[in-house]
């Protein structure tokens, strides 16, 4: 699945992404043991926020330049101190973030 998100730079815009299982159901971070998710694009990160499927991410926070990134969430668990790629190029779940520099 494809996910296309446009963000502004320095903006508060909150984007909400849904996760499901490989059965489809509602994935659920806190079952899994999630401790922090990141949203990282052209090399910075921000980190984000979750409700049972539900990962809120502000790309905008990131202080990058206007442009076309391919975005990724990370994952970060006891079973995953480095962190897990759950969202990202050649993933079941790709996000393409058109960042975007916002009128004053």
């Excluded at 994935?27 to 990962?55: I, M, P, Q, Y």
């Excluded at 076309?68 to 050649?90: C, D």
């Amino acid at each position: 699945m494809a996910i296309s998100i446009t963000a502004f730079v320095g903006r508060n815009n909150t984007e909400v992404i849904s996760f499901a299982d490989d059965a489809g159901q509602p994935f659920n971070f806190d079952t899994a043991g999630a401790t922090k998710l990141e949203g990282v694009a052209g090399g910075r990160s921000v980190e984000c926020t979750w409700s049972g499927d539900k990962v809120s991410v502000n790309y905008g926070a990131l202080s990058l330049q206007p442009g076309i990134y391919m975005a990724q969430i990370v994952l970060f668990s006891a079973k995953y101190p480095k962190g897990k790629v759950i969202a990202g190029p050649g993933l079941p779940v790709e996000i393409e973030l058109a960042l975007h520099r916002s009128a004053s």
